[in-house]
């Protein structure tokens, strides 16, 4: 059996918070490498990152920060009770219960076992009560170590923070009709109801949950007693399977034969859906499930009778379909979220291919581009080119640039230029994706493929891409033959959506799109003075709107699929949506400055880290701002984004570079056009926002 996990000496109570998350996770680490058990700066780093990828602030007031890592010696809890209360993520309000747990990175089973447990107590009411009333540290420590290794004689009362935390714990590992929320189930069934609302028996439903968190220690235990706790609130029957550190209890054959639904509460993908095929799927993330358990288990009610509920595929491979796009969702809005899976993917293609061409032109000049591909294959580091010929609007002229410069620029260009080109390919593959999983890739990329083939750049990317998701995705809910079953997503359903999606764009979508680009590629580059302004203020209106949203997102993308023309009218579009899309976390930064009073201090920390966030244009930056006070944030921010979006279109300011605020400084032109538009949208919007939280303020005092 391991040492004690927790003593009296890592035990605090009634601390004064020293600061934000960031200082109580610091006085954590301090208490529990004072006992040896860690070292000091490889724990708080481990706490902190792992506080980074995922807030790790709870419903009911507590937090509970934890990592495994090397600098862990011995596993330990420590445990903060703050006087006031720090805010660590959590929708449902700042935690004043911080429960820090350090594990080494060779964490055996039985210590994950035992931190399974206490994840589990963590999520009922009265535990937390108790941690609370406790006026000893030594009264904490028994508390936490009774749920973790009770004593095997103990019987505890109903209703008592032990026996809260051992009651339906081995719902995860029983038969099926042998768990605590089967029994229950057996129960309403004998008085002739439900949860469902059922008057059988045997229409009562049988649900499996898998929960899963990126660490495995604390949130997929409590997801897990949550959603085993709604179960047995509403009379139905529930099996678990955690698939945390601690190790997997799979499913038996029994309980996946008698599934009505399956829920999947997890942020990381999860083993062996194919074990479900066909079943009535609810997903969500695992944090989802700690917060509103009986919503999910409503859903997975709810689902199990209705024919038309999102089911686990029946292809192998296509199981990731949708997976990140929830549980039971609209049409809508499962193509909005396939069309941001195709955006996110490319974004890479586009800032490598992007910024290589960007530097492509800032060692070898401008005129590369007419060259770059000869010089690249026909020379080498000992074969320099010289001055190289190529035809310009005035007649054959030479390269402004010679040697190595030349050279290394022309190799940059080309390696750039050819990431440029999977664009449209990438953002169509992609889509296909997010709609069916691995079935739709092949037939995506090939759509767009056929995309820029007959000139419908990005627009038949887009078309290309939901086609294919939507026709791989239906042959996925086909039952063929147990023979074909394994060729179908490999080999028949990529080949039969190929045909279909690449025979409409060739034979009859593809000249009509073609020729809606070329008019929107002619209007573009013909706009001048006012036309060219009001673009611009269109511009940073979208970019402003939803702050890295769907709207956002849209924006970005015309913006970066016109970079493929390398005209002067697409760089200056991009210019405008890259320094719109600034102003809103430098806005908000610098009205934290201003007038200080105004914010809380949690906000006036986001302004410090929005300086940083804004000069590299992340958006998202500014997202905290507007979501504590969106009436009056947003359209201070669409305000702005409108003023540098029309700025940058007057002065004539273009970007080559696809991403990276001030830092791709290299690639802008004039820079100083640039710097400019950002300042004036900057100052415009952080003025407005100040003066309508002051103005409301203001009306707020009057009214107390």
């Not at 800032?362 to 010289?386: N, R």
């Not at 410069?405 to 390919?425: E, I, N, Q």
């Not at 493929?449 to 996925?476: D, E, M, P």
Request: charged content about 15%.
């Amino acid at each position: 059996m391991p040492g004690s996990l927790m003593t009296p000496e890592l035990v605090r109570l009634e601390v004064d918070p020293p600061g934000d998350k960031h200082a109580v996770i610091g006085l954590m680490a301090d208490l529990i490498s004072a006992t040896g058990r860690a070292d000091r700066d490889g724990l708080e780093a481990g706490l902190l990152k792992r506080e980074e990828s995922f807030a790790t602030g709870m419903p009911g007031g507590f937090a509970i920060p934890h990592c495994r890592t090397d600098a862990v010696h011995e596993a330990a809890l420590g445990f903060l009770r703050l006087s006031e209360p720090v805010d660590f993520g959590s929708a449902d309000g700042p935690a004043d219960l911080i429960i820090g747990i350090a594990a080494p990175a060779g964490t055996d089973d039985q210590h994950l076992k035992l931190l399974a447990q206490l994840s589990r107590a963590l999520i009922r009411p009265e535990f937390l009560a108790d941690l609370r009333a406790a006026r000893e540290p030594h009264e904490v420590s028994d508390l936490v170590m009774g749920v973790i290794e009770p004593e095997p004689s103990a019987q505890p009362a109903a209703g008592t923070s032990a026996g809260s935390a051992t009651a339906g714990s081995s719902t995860a590992d029983a038969p099926a009709g042998g768990s605590a929320a089967g029994a229950v189930a057996a129960e309403s069934a004998a008085a002739g109801t439900d949860a469902a609302g059922t008057t059988e028996a045997g229409d009562a439903p049988v649900l499996l949950a898998i929960t899963s968190c990126p660490t495995g220690i604390a949130h997929t235990y409590m997801a897990a007693e949550s959603l085993e706790n709604a179960a047995k609130d509403k009379g139905v029957e529930l099996h678990v399977e955690t698939q945390g550190s601690g190790g997997i209890t799979p499913f038996t054959d029994e309980q996946i034969a008698a599934a009505s639904a399956l829920i999947i509460a997890a942020d990381v993908n999860v083993s062996g859906r194919e074990r479900f095929a066909g079943v009535p799927l609810v997903e969500h993330p695992v944090k989802r499930a700690i917060s509103h358990g009986p919503q999910m288990i409503d859903e997975a009610v709810a689902a199990s009778s209705d024919p038309s509920a999102r089911r686990v595929p029946t292809a192998s491979g296509s199981s990731e379909s949708a997976s990140g796009s929830g549980g039971q969702q609209s049409w809508p809005k499962r193509i909005q979220a396939a069309v941001m899976t195709g955006v996110s993917y490319m974004i890479p293609f586009v800032a490598a291919g992007g910024l290589l061409m960007a530097l492509g032109f800032l060692i070898a000049g401008f005129d590369v581009a007419f060259v770059a591909q000869d010089v690249a294959t026909g020379y080498s580091l000992t074969s320099l080119p010289d001055h190289m010929p190529y035809e310009a609007a005035t007649g054959q002229t030479l390269t402004e640039r010679s040697g190595l410069a030349l050279y290394l620029g022309a190799v940059f260009f080309t390696v750039g230029d050819l990431g440029m080109g999977f664009l449209v390919a990438a953002l169509s593959g992609y889509i296909a994706y997010g709609l069916a999983g691995r079935p739709g890739i092949a037939p995506g990329f090939i759509g767009g493929a056929v995309s820029v083939l007959v000139g419908a750049g990005f627009l038949g990317g887009l078309i290309t891409g939901l086609l294919a998701g939507l026709v791989a995705l239906w042959f996925t809910t086909l039952k063929p033959p147990r023979w074909l079953a394994g060729l179908m997503p490999v080999v028949i359903i990529p080949l039969l959506t190929t045909l279909v999606v690449g025979g409409l764009m060739l034979m009859f979508l593809g000249r009509p799109l073609a020729s809606l680009m070329t008019a929107l590629q002619d209007g573009l580059t013909g706009m001048s003075g006012s036309s060219a302004i009001l673009l611009g203020v269109i511009i940073g209106l979208m970019m402003c709107f939803d702050l890295g949203g769907p709207v956002n997102k849209a924006a970005y993308l015309f913006a970066t699929a016109g970079l493929s023309q390398g005209t002067e009218a697409s760089f200056q579009i991009m210019a405008a949506v890259m320094a719109a899309g600034m102003v809103p976390p430098l806005a908000m930064a610098l009205s934290t400055v201003v007038r200080r009073k105004l914010y809380t201090p949690v906000e006036r920390e986001n302004g410090t880290t929005a300086w940083l966030l804004g000069a590299a244009f992340i958006t998202e930056g500014s997202i905290p701002f507007a979501a504590a006070d969106p009436l009056r944030v947003i359209p201070s921010m669409m305000t702005g984004g409108a003023v540098t979006g029309a700025l940058i279109m007057a002065l004539g300011v273009g970007s080559q570079a696809p991403h990276g605020g001030i830092f791709v400084a290299f690639a802008i032109s004039p820079i100083w056009g640039f710097i400019l538009a950002i300042l004036a949208g900057t100052v415009v919007a952080a003025a407005v926002v100040t003066l309508l939280k002051e103005s409301s303020s203001r009306k707020q005092a009057v009214a107390a």
